[in-house]
């Protein structure tokens, strides 16, 4: 019976654990957001090119961009191609857009390449 006892304490403990993990994830989603909307909008919501969930473990560069970018409305950016800052621009300017009641449009030189830049990140 003690055993039996001891497992419906521990099924308990752990259910009292996960709801409080799972209000804590909700706290933290929502002062990401309000913080740092592109770097929420990022995790949550936006795809890369390879139509995964963005993960920044390795660029920690691109994570501090994101969180300062809708702080500093006039960054000027240096970099190399194939750095992640399309994806960064797109949602910056979906958000401001959002905030301001307007529109994006994006206009590129060519079909080919508007088809493949909206198929790989709209």
Not at 54 to 75: A, Q, S
């Amino acid at each position: 019976m003690s055993d039996y006892m001891d497992q419906v304490a521990t099924d308990e403990e752990y259910t009292i654990q996960q709801r409080e993990a799972i209000e804590l994830e909700g706290t933290l989603k929502r002062q990401t957001y309000a913080e740092y909307p592109a770097l929420h909008w990022a995790r949550e919501h936006h795809l890369n090119t390879r139509r995964e969930a963005m993960e920044f473990d390795d660029l920690h560069y691109l994570f501090e961009l994101y969180k300062d970018i809708g702080t500093t409305p006039r960054m000027c950016v240096i970099k190399a191609v194939q750095m992640g800052l399309s994806e960064l621009f797109i949602i910056q300017s979906h958000i401001e857009a959002g905030d301001y009641g307007m529109t994006v449009m994006y206009v590129l030189p060519k079909y080919e390449l508007r088809n493949r830049f909206v198929n790989n990140r709209i």
